[in-house]
């Protein structure tokens, strides 16, 4: 009975502390967001990609980079797809002066249609313009419509 006890404690205590340091997170990157004094500028490599023809059924990986072009740290404070066929992370750490962040994103092919597709991805960040779109466009071919050609992003 003490090891059920024992375990139930540990597991509460590790639960609330995550749950306390993602809170503080929260709080600290609020603050940073409403104050233009720890704004930064951004350079993203590219805002567009094109990912070419793949066959329906595949997952197409893709990367977003991002350069800190200020003079302070650059926090990404949320990404959202805008369909539920893809799904993306980013780089949650401040990313410093002259230093680079990603995001990477996830598009299934089984979740979407045969067709040209377009996708974008809201991105927000501690900049003059914090809100700001990524996009991702290309052909997904049912199995049999022509040879899917593999790219690499």
């Not at 567009?48 to 926090?75: A, H, Q, S, W």
């Not at 992370?89 to 979740?111: H, L, M, S, V």
């Amino acid at each position: 009975m003490k090891k059920v006890f024992i375990y139930i404690s540990v597991c509460c205590t590790i639960f609330t502390a995550c749950n306390n340091s993602d809170t503080n997170r929260l709080d600290e990157v609020k603050a940073i967001m409403n104050d233009s004094t720890k704004f930064t500028h951004v350079a993203w490599k590219d805002t567009t990609l094109d990912f070419g023809t793949r066959k329906m059924g595949d997952i197409v990986n893709l990367t977003f980079i991002c350069t800190n072009t200020g003079d302070k740290p650059l926090y990404i404070t949320d990404v959202h797809p805008s369909c539920g066929c893809t799904l993306a992370d980013f780089t949650k750490e401040p990313i410093a002066p002259g230093k680079t962040g990603r995001i990477d994103a996830q598009f299934d092919t089984k979740k979407s249609h045969s067709a040209e597709v377009h996708k974008t991805i809201y991105v927000h960040t501690n900049t003059d313009d914090p809100a700001r779109y990524l996009s991702f466009s290309g052909t997904v071919i049912m199995d049999g419509e022509g040879a899917a050609k593999t790219v690499k992003q």
